[in-house]
């Protein structure tokens, strides 16, 4: 796939985020990633809400490979990237670095399938999403 466009989300680290030495738990980076996907679907013209409604369909997390290099800490503000690397027939792959002042602090590859919204079985990405991540 081309170059794409970064997708930025800025997330300021809360205390609730972070374990008693004040740095970021772990599993919370899963959850800033998961919201800057959301938030680059919507940026691209799909709420989350829209997708099951009208089209019947959910983005699941298939897999992640997930490197941590640096921790973030208690009210730091840290930016989390997103960028469409790879669009197949049922599934995409993005590549989401969380970085502070441009340096990285967790670098992540992950692959979200489609999946029917009642039988949550795989399903084809609908043409309209397809070229809509197509363009950007």
Known sequence: MNERRIFHWPVRVYYED????GVVYHSQYLNF???ARTEWLRSIGFEQTVLRASFDILFVVH?????FK???RFDELIDIETQLTKLKLGSFECAQTITRAQAPLIQ???KIACVNANTFKPTGIP???KRRMESI
């Open 18 to 21: 972070t374990d008693a030495g």
């Open 33 to 35: 990633m998961e919201r």
């Open 63 to 67: 897999s992640m490979q997930i490197q």
């Open 70 to 72: 640096k921790a973030a």
């Open 108 to 110: 992540a590859q992950v």
């Open 127 to 129: 043409a309209l999403i």
